[in-house]
C-alpha cells in the first residue's frame, strides 16, 4: 500500500484525525511525519536513526516553506474580512484547502520514495512515535501518542 493510501485511510477514521489535529496544535508536531511513521510501522518498513533524520529534515523544509504559510491563509481566511464578499472568501479558503492537501500529499509522496522497502521489521509503536517527536522538537506526551497509535489499529 502507498503511503498517501494509507493515509487517506487513516484519516478518514476521525479518532486518527482528532489525534493528529491535536498533536499538530497542541504540540507543535508534524501530523503527515505520524501517518508516515504508522504507514512504516503497518508495512514493517525499518526506520533507523538515519532514516528518521532524513524524513525529519524534509518535512521540516516543507512544512516552513510551503505547507506552514498555507494553513496559515486558510486560517486567517475562516473570519470575514470587510469589503470581501464571504462567497468569495470561502470559494478562496477551499482553493487553499486543497492546495494545502496537495502540499501535504507532495510530502507525502516525497516520504514515500525515501523509506526502504518492507523488511518484516517490527518496532514498537509507542517507542518509534516518540522518538520521531523527539526528532521533530520536544516529545509529546505519551498519552497523545498512546491515542493516535489505538486509533490508528
Not at 485511510?9 to 489525534?19: G, K, S
Not at 516552513?64 to 468569495?88: E, G, N, Q
Request: charged content about 20%; proline content about 7%; hydrophobic content about 55%.
Amino acid at each position: 500500500m502507498t503511503l498517501w493510501d494509507y493515509a487517506v485511510a487513516a484519516w478518514r477514521r476521525p479518532a486518527v484525525e482528532v489525534a493528529c489535529l491535536n498533536l499538530q496544535t497542541a504540540h507543535g508536531q508534524c501530523a503527515p511525519l505520524f501517518l508516515w511513521r504508522l504507514w512504516a510501522l503497518a508495512e514493517g518498513r525499518p526506520v533507523d536513526d538515519a532514516m528518521l533524520e532524513i524524513a525529519v529534515a524534509a518535512a521540516r523544509a516543507w512544512e516552513s516553506a510551503v505547507t506552514a504559510p498555507l494553513r496559515s491563509a486558510r486560517r486567517a481566511l475562516k473570519a470575514a474580512s470587510p469589503a470581501i464578499p464571504d462567497a468569495a472568501r470561502m470559494a478562496l479558503r477551499e482553493q487553499v484547502r486543497a492546495a494545502e492537501l496537495a502540499a501535504e500529499r507532495v510530502l507525502l509522496d516525497a516520504l514515500d520514495a525515501l523509506t526502504p522497502a518492507p523488511a518484516g521489521h517490527q518496532a514498537e509503536p509507542l517507542t518509534a512515535l516518540t522518538k520521531l517527536t523527539a526528532a521533530w522538537g520536544a516529545p509529546a506526551p505519551a498519552d497523545a501518542l498512546q491515542r493516535l497509535i489505538a486509533a490508528a489499529h
